[in-house]
């Protein structure tokens, strides 16, 4: 039965919210999935027929994203995380796999490197542990609060999609961009912030959760040695490029994404690393 949305405080500066819903059958194992800057929990759309088979799907919103209220204030990856950290102790999880795109890959990396018990499994989708320069990201940021996400769609959807994509499914790209524009510009430009600040190099090696890095072969926003170089970090990680694909891999290349992320999470659970269902 799926469970009410739940809203619980991020600790950023002058308070603020994440938006979640938490549905699946009951006695799954929990599995978050982290979105992506500028997208909704729909970004996960492709993948969510197949994992709601096997686990309970915890689904947040990013402040500002998907209609979830943003504060203004200094945001950073760490509190971002412990937003998500006091969501699961208000659904009671005690454990759960992550699978997370772009900055939801670095919410989940912080999340397995300073709660390892709490994190089981680990899949980064297109990501990076450090992405500068951090002056480009505080220009973005203030872009979008002078001019709104508008001034900004056609570059970012042009690192989203390769060419292809956008010429084979103009729809998908109609429906990622009004979506991006609806982003509250407040909330954008503070992640924005929080991934300039970002560096997450050192503490990859405390991550030991079963971790599998997936980059696309074509992504410029983060390309795949940004992947390699995570996955040389953590130990046992593994990395696979996915051919044909630009920075949202999930959603331009959902069959390979989804095959390699519920292979990953299904090895996890039978080599005892499974989730724990919250109570």
Same mark, same amino acid.
């Given at each position: 039965?799926?469970?009410?949305?739940?809203?619980?405080?991020?600790?950023?500066?002058?308070?603020?919210?994440?938006? $979640?819903?938490?549905? =699946?059958?009951?006695?799954?194992? %929990? @599995?978050? *999935?982290?979105? #992506? !800057? +500028?997208?909704?929990? /729909?970004?996960?759309?492709?993948?969510?027929?197949?994992?709601?088979?096997?686990?309970?799907?915890?689904?947040?919103?990013?402040?500002?994203?998907?209609?979830?209220?943003?504060?203004?204030? $200094?945001?950073?990856? =760490?509190?971002?995380?412990?937003? %998500? @950290?006091? *969501?699961?102790? #208000? !659904? +009671?999880?005690?454990? /759960?796999?992550?699978?997370?795109?772009?900055?939801?890959?670095?919410?989940?990396?912080?999340?397995?490197?300073?709660?390892?018990?709490?994190?089981?499994?680990?899949?980064?989708?297109?990501?990076?542990?450090?992405?500068?320069?951090?002056?480009?990201?505080?220009?973005?940021?203030?872009?979008?609060?002078?001019?709104?996400? /508008?001034?900004?769609?056609?570059?970012?959807?042009?690192?989203?999609?390769?060419?292809?994509?956008?010429?084979?499914?103009?729809?998908?790209?109609?429906?990622?961009?009004?979506?991006?524009?609806?982003?509250?510009?407040?909330?954008?430009?503070?992640?924005?912030?929080?991934?300039?600040?970002?560096?997450?190099?050192?503490?990859?090696?405390?991550?030991?959760?079963?971790?599998?890095?997936?980059?696309?072969?074509?992504?410029?926003?983060?390309?795949?040695?940004?992947?390699?170089?995570?996955?040389?970090?953590?130990?046992?990680?593994?990395?696979?490029?996915?051919?044909?694909?630009?920075?949202?891999?999930?959603?331009?290349?959902?069959?390979?994404?989804?095959?390699?992320?519920?292979?990953?999470?299904?090895?996890?659970?039978?080599?005892?690393?499974?989730?724990?269902?919250?109570?």
């Amino acid at each position: 039965m799926a469970e009410p949305s739940a809203v619980v405080p991020v600790a950023l500066a002058g308070g603020g919210g994440v938006s $979640a819903s938490l549905a =699946g059958p009951d006695g799954a194992p %929990v @599995l978050v *999935l982290g979105n #992506s !800057l +500028g997208t909704s929990a /729909a970004v996960w759309a492709s993948q969510v027929p197949t994992f709601a088979t096997r686990f309970r799907l915890l689904r947040y919103e990013l402040p500002g994203h998907g209609g979830t209220p943003a504060a203004p204030g $200094a945001y950073t990856v =760490g509190g971002l995380a412990t937003g %998500v @950290l006091a *969501l699961l102790d #208000s !659904l +009671g999880v005690e454990r /759960a796999a992550y699978c997370g795109i772009s900055l939801g890959g670095m919410i989940g990396m912080w999340l397995a490197a300073h709660e390892p018990d709490r994190i089981s499994a680990l899949g980064l989708v297109c990501t990076s542990a450090y992405l500068p320069p951090a002056d480009g990201w505080r220009t973005r940021a203030a872009q979008v609060r002078t001019a709104g996400l /508008a001034s900004i769609t056609a570059p970012v959807l042009g690192r989203w999609f390769t060419p292809g994509f956008s010429q084979r499914a103009p729809q998908v790209i109609r429906r990622f961009s009004a979506e991006f524009e609806r982003t509250d510009p407040v909330g954008y430009a503070g992640c924005c912030e929080a991934i300039g600040a970002m560096d997450l190099r050192a503490e990859l090696p405390a991550i030991t959760a079963p971790t599998l890095v997936l980059a696309g072969a074509e992504d410029p926003a983060t390309p795949p040695e940004h992947g390699a170089a995570i996955a040389a970090r953590i130990d046992g990680a593994r990395l696979e490029v996915v051919p044909d694909a630009a920075h949202l891999a999930a959603v331009e290349a959902a069959g390979p994404v989804t095959a390699a992320l519920e292979a990953h999470l299904r090895a996890a659970i039978r080599s005892g690393g499974g989730a724990a269902a919250g109570s």
